[in-house]
């Protein structure tokens, strides 16, 4: 059976909800993404490696919902999002050529509010599956891949922060 909105739910706000979080999955993705590739000198390489797969594989979930419960893609938001993660990469961090230590403690504070954010759409679809039509324990797992997401990013961060605000890194 096919996914079907309840006439309880109001569509219009649903689907700004949903697009909103579509939108935001699209910049999370391309910046994890971007991690991925620059941090590949760290313990956390094959860590970020999978987490960019996973919210690769949760994006492109998210976007077949959306097209499933006959929601419109509100393009000019995932335009947004996708400029607003490339300027926050613009940044005057006193490092023309190389990176300063100090992005792997900012972006993964950055990850790490995104995945917060998509924890609660989970728990929120969780909440509305049955006026959904949907499988409530799907979106049980997805947070739980959301909360172990949070413990890896957490671990990055702790890594980041004991390196960057040392004069001598790796201190």
């Known amino acids: 059976m096919a996914p079907q909105i309840s006439s309880k739910i109001d569509k219009k706000l649903f689907g700004l909800y949903l697009s909103d979080h579509l939108a935001g999955a699209t910049a999370g993705q391309g910046r994890i993404e971007r991690m991925a590739r620059d941090f590949t000198d760290t313990p956390f390489r094959s860590e970020l490696e999978s987490l960019a797969t996973q919210i690769r594989e949760e994006r492109e979930y998210l976007n077949g919902l959306v097209g499933d419960l006959g929601l419109p893609r509100r393009t000019p938001r995932k335009a947004a999002a996708w400029v607003a993660e490339r ?47 949907l499988d409530g324990s799907r979106f049980d797992r997805l947070a739980t891949t959301a909360r172990d997401q949070i413990a890896t990013l957490d671990r990055v961060h702790e890594y980041g922060r004991r390196r960057s605000f040392y004069t001598n890194q790796g201190s």
């Open 87 to 133: 300027a926050g990469r613009l940044k005057l961090n006193g490092r023309v050529v190389r990176r300063s230590p100090l992005t792997l403690v900012l972006e993964s504070e950055v990850m790490r509010s995104a995945v917060m954010g998509k924890l609660g759409l989970w728990q929120t679809l969780q909440d509305l599956s049955g006026d959904l039509g």
